[in-house]
């Protein structure tokens, strides 16, 4: 069954949750911190939330993980980040969640379980 809305003539509403700034940050200050390299931080960030923004146009991507959260949808960005993010079908809407980057424990803190998860940024290999 193709959703109500997936042929769209419009682009979908693309929001973010408060947490999805702090994401931004985090994501910049531990790239920042592992390459001395500021502008690189800012760039990598800038392309996620150029990422992000294409969930307008084409939002039905990713995997469903209705297993972490109700309606959840986990998409890959390059090789170490992960966009979580759920669609309301009716309002046109692309609700992103979190941001997740270089091995974020994305499950635990989906499930709710934040306090459980170990949400640092692990060094890269």
């Known amino acids: ?5 997936f ?6 509403r693309v929001e973010e949750k408060p947490a999805v700034l702090r994401d931004y940050i985090t994501i ?3 790239i920042e911190a592992w390459t001395a390299d500021r502008e ?5 960030v800038d392309a996620i939330r150029i990422f992000v923004k ?3 146009t084409l939002p039905h991507r990713g995997t469903r993980r209705d297993d972490l959260h109700p309606g ?12 979580a993010f759920e669609i309301d079908e009716n309002a ?9 980057y270089g091995g974020q424990d994305y499950e635990t803190v989906m499930r709710g379980s934040v306090a459980e998860a170990d949400s640092r940024v692990r060094k890269p290999d």
């Open 1 to 5: 069954m193709t959703p109500p809305n």
């Open 40 to 44: 690189l931080a800012d760039r990598t």
């Open 92 to 100: 046109g809407v692309v609700t992103v969640l979190r941001i997740f």
């Open 7 to 12: 042929a769209r003539n419009k682009p979908w």
């Open 54 to 56: 294409s969930l307008a």
């Open 28 to 30: 910049s200050k531990h």
């Open 72 to 83: 959840l949808r986990i998409v890959p960005f390059r090789k170490r980040t992960s966009v």
